[in-house]
Each structure stands twice: as C-alpha cells, then as structure tokens.
C-alpha cells in the first residue's frame, strides 16, 4: 500500500509498504479520508512540539505513518473484537489516554501521563490501511458513522473535539463577548461553538481577508484585520471601552498572546489554544494587568474520549458546519502538492481522500 513514512524528524517519503497485518484485539480500516492538521505540517518542517511528562520534546517512534485526523471503512476485524461489522465506517481518535495515571482517574483524560497518539506512537492515515489499535477499542474511542456524515465531514471529530475541550476551559457562557483571534479551520469551529454555547457577540480578528470574509459565514459579528485597524482599540469600541469576556487565540502569534490582556476585560479568560513555535516560545506581558484585572490565562491541546464522541454528535445533527471548510481536496499520489496548498493558507481545511 501507499503511505506517508518519517523516518527521521522533517523527511518523509511516499512509499510502498506492506499492508499492516491485525492481531485478535485490534481492526484493519481501509482509509477513506483524513484532513491536513497544523500538526502534520509541523512533523513535515521537523518542528513538532508534542512532550512528555517532564515538559520535554517526545520523539516520534521512527519509522513512522502520519496522518490521524480520519476515517476508515472496516475491513478485517479480530476475533476477540465484538461490536464492529465489516463495511461500516469509523472515526478513531487519535490521542488514546491510558486510563491508569492520576490525571485519567480524576477524570482528565486529555492530560494523560501515558497517552498513545495515532501518526505518532501508532501509524496514521496518510495511507491506504490503518490498524485501529486496542487502546482505541477498550476507551470507546470511535464513532460509527451514520448515513447522515460522509467521511470528509467525520475527519473533523478531532479538532471539533479539540475546540470543544477549549470553550469547556473557556468558560464560555450565555451573554459573552468573545474574541477569535486567528479565523483558519479551529477559529472558524470556535465561532460556532461560541455561538452554540449562546456567546451574545463573536468578534473575529485575522490578517487574510480571504479568511476574514470567510468567518463570515460562521456566524462572526465582527471581523478585524489587525493589519488594517488597531485592533486593541476596535475591540474596546465594540465592549463600550471594556474588553471582551473571553478571548481564544486560534493562532501561534507572540504578538497578539502578549495584548490580548490589553483586550480582556476585568475577570476575563484567555485561552492560548494554538501554540508557538516550540524554537521560541517565550512572551512577554503586563503581569500587572492580570494581577489587577484578575485574568486567568489559559491553554488547549488535546481532548477527552466523551469530547470526542460530543464532537461526532454536534457534526452529525448539523450543529456545526464543517462541509464549508474544506476549501482543497487532494489524493495521496499529491500528498506533498497538498502540504503545500495546506502550509500556504490561502484556503482553509485541505483533506487527502482515497
Ligand atoms: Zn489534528
Ligand atoms: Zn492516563
């Protein structure tokens, strides 16, 4: 079969390699979609950023298949494995907590000590077959499509879940006011989520027009191009001078976590879900805004199996528009054609389909 290998940090080639044999407890997917992630771009410019416990750089298990934003159709399933059919279609999340650490048992499974993450620890989707790994069995990790998703709309269980995770950290509530800074595909969740958890006002602030008229379909009210206008200044024209309630960085811009406590208001949320580039990622702030205005600051990276399966349901219902995303659809043979339409961000969600 054909698929994406890193074998070492930054170089992947596209090979043929053998179609992965199961054993009794997993299932063998045969790929029907999986979408381009901020994440798989980072693996390709060799600048990932996942840690491990101490805070310090985990490295990929060379050699390695990327790609875990997917879903397959099922063709071979293990016999001690019950619940799954040949021809139906799943969704597998892609970080697997362990369910022994101390986070899993106080019910934070997306701070996982010990977790496995597919296209990392386990071969990804930027191939024709996929081995659902045990893990993913035992959490309930997978949602069976329905015939009312197709396949490119269930690769977004993930980062919807992601998004999800966020507006829980968030704190988002009936009557805010909330600030989008970055409108790529997690922004533009974002809104909507916002919106679905009754936020009364979604400002958006993004530096591509393109994007920015974009956003408007999902339900911004506001849209700023901080290159255009001061946009500490526009957010306290539209707040009647004082700062939105939560503000949720969608990307990784040093400038823009530094003034956001300029923009909060007294008592308000920051949340830094896009990281920084893990060579520099250092800020500076006034502390003494966050002393005084008693601001939390906050972070999302990763999401629960419950968040996952949320996330699935909010999709399926038409909750949360993601067909309008994808703006770019490739096949593998132009796996590296789609990197580079994916890195360029002149669309939005790029997906490979088989
Ligand atoms: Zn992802
Ligand atoms: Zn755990």
Do not use: W
Not at 120 to 138: L, S
Not at 226 to 241: F, N, Q
């Amino acid at each position: 079969m054909k698929a994406v290998v890193f074998k070492e940090e930054g170089k992947s080639n596209l090979l043929d390699v053998e179609v992965p044999k199961i054993n009794k407890n997993q299932i063998l997917l045969k790929v029907n979609s999986c979408g381009i992630c901020g994440s798989d771009i980072k693996f390709e410019e060799g600048t990932s950023v996942k840690i491990d416990k101490g805070g310090n750089k985990r490295s990929m298990d060379y050699p390695m298949i990327i790609g875990h934003e997917f879903v397959g159709t099922v063709v071979e399933v293990g016999e001690n494995v019950s619940d799954y059919e040949f021809g139906e279609r799943l969704n597998v999340m892609p970080n697997l907590p362990c369910g022994q650490c101390y986070y899993c048992q106080i019910g934070h499974h997306e701070m996982c000590d010990n977790e496995k993450v597919l296209g990392y620890d386990y071969n990804g989707a930027f191939a024709e077959y996929i081995v659902v790994p045990e893990r993913a069995i035992r959490l309930n990790g997978i949602n069976k499509l329905s015939d009312k998703i197709t396949s490119e709309e269930a690769t977004f269980v993930e980062p919807v879940a992601v998004s999800i995770n966020c507006q829980y950290k968030s704190d988002i509530r009936i009557g805010d006011i909330v600030l989008i800074i970055g409108a790529g595909p997690i922004g533009c969740i974002n809104m909507q989520l916002a919106k679905f958890n009754r936020a009364k006002k979604v400002i958006v602030a993004e530096i591509s027009d393109k994007r920015l008229e974009l956003a408007r379909k999902f339900c911004a009210d506001v849209l700023i191009n901080p290159l255009k206008v001061d946009v500490v200044e526009k957010v306290k024209d539209e707040t009647k001078g004082y700062g939105v309630d939560k503000i949720i960085l969608c990307c990784g811009s040093h400038e823009m976590q530094e003034r956001s406590v300029y923009m909060v208001n007294k008592l308000g949320i920051i949340n830094y879900f896009a990281s920084l580039p893990h060579l520099k990622p250092e800020i500076t702030i006034n502390a003494n805004l966050v002393h005084y205005k008693e601001i939390v600051i906050t972070g999302t990276h990763n999401s629960t199996p419950l968040q996952n399966k949320l996330a699935y349901e909010l999709i399926e219902r038409g909750v949360i528009n993601v067909k309008d995303l994808i703006t770019d659809r490739f096949v593998l043979d132009d796996y590296y054609e789609a990197i580079k339409t994916a890195k360029s961000g002149k669309g939005m969600k790029v997906v490979i389909n088989f």
